[in-house]
T-cell receptor, first 116, second 112 residues
Framework: DAGVIQSPRHEVTEMGQEVTLRCKPI?????LFWYRQTMMRGLELLIY????????DSGMPEDRFSAKMPNASFSTLKIQPSEPRDSAVYFC??????????????FGEGSWLTVV | DAKTTQPNSMESNEEEPVHLPCNHSTISGTDYIHWYRQLPSQGPEYVIH???SNVNNRMASLAIAEDRKSSTLILHRATLRDAAVYYC?????????????FGTGTSLTVIP
């Protein structure tokens, strides 16, 4: 079984550039999460989609961050313009069931972003 | 936020049982208790979850207090591969969206 697939695995970019991170959830999963992990702040939930609709984006740090889910098999997290403090590991996760399911979520291997 | 409290770090000798505690005093009646672990340079992986009754699977056991305000993840025989950060999370089932909020977790060191 293919798990959650993220790309790129590693990216180094210059400050001010646009960064796009991609995620393919597990087939059949209808909930998708984006997390960010840093040493200082740990794992932070950025945004949560259910059936392609953003349910909670309260964790998105600022307007430079945006996320979309145009269909059930693809999501993007975009940072424009990027700043050095955005350097982190970004994880995508997916799950079956909706808000009331309590189901397990499955994580991808992460996208390691460095902004210089 | 669905807050959980865990010790920052624990140590265990290899081949011995490990009990990892978690407090979740704000748990509501429909919240699931999930445990994940994160190995170095990997994404978090599912370990176990439960609602009210104790649960067992091939990886671990989950003991849930009767009032559900705390739980304990039990690794029956720690191995070096179990060295990881262990997260206890509440899977909220309220209509606000059932977000999984991760705390700081417990970093488990296994001593050979």
């Amino acid at each position: 079984d293919a798990g959650v697939i993220q790309s790129p695995r590693h990216e180094v970019t210059e400050m001010g550039q646009e960064v796009t991170l991609r995620c393919k959830p597990i087939s059949g999963h209808n909930s998708l999460f984006w997390y960010r992990q840093t040493m200082m702040r740990g794992l932070e939930l950025l945004i949560y989609f259910n059936n392609n609709v953003p349910i909670d984006d309260s964790g998105m740090p600022e307007d430079r961050f945006s996320a979309k889910m145009p269909n059930a098999s693809f999501s993007t997290l975009k940072i424009q313009p990027s700043e050095p403090r955005d350097s982190a590991v970004y994880f995508c996760a997916s799950r079956t069931g909706g808000p009331a399911s309590g189901n397990t979520i499955y994580f991808g291997e992460g996208s390691w972003l460095t902004v210089v | 936020d669905a807050k959980t409290t865990q010790p920052n770090s624990m140590e265990s000798n290899e081949e011995e049982p490990v009990h990892l505690p978690c407090n979740h005093s704000t748990i509501s009646g429909t919240d699931y208790i999930h445990w994940y672990r994160q190995l170095p340079s990997q994404g978090p992986e599912y370990v176990i979850h439960g609602l009210t009754s104790n649960v067992n699977n091939r990886m671990a056991s989950l003991a849930i207090a009767e009032d559900r305000k705390s739980s304990t993840l039990i690794l029956h025989r720690a191995t070096l591969r179990d060295a990881a950060v262990y997260y206890c999370i509440l899977g909220r089932t309220a209509n606000t969206g059932n977000q999984f909020y991760f705390g700081t977790g417990t970093s488990l060191t296994v001593i050979p």
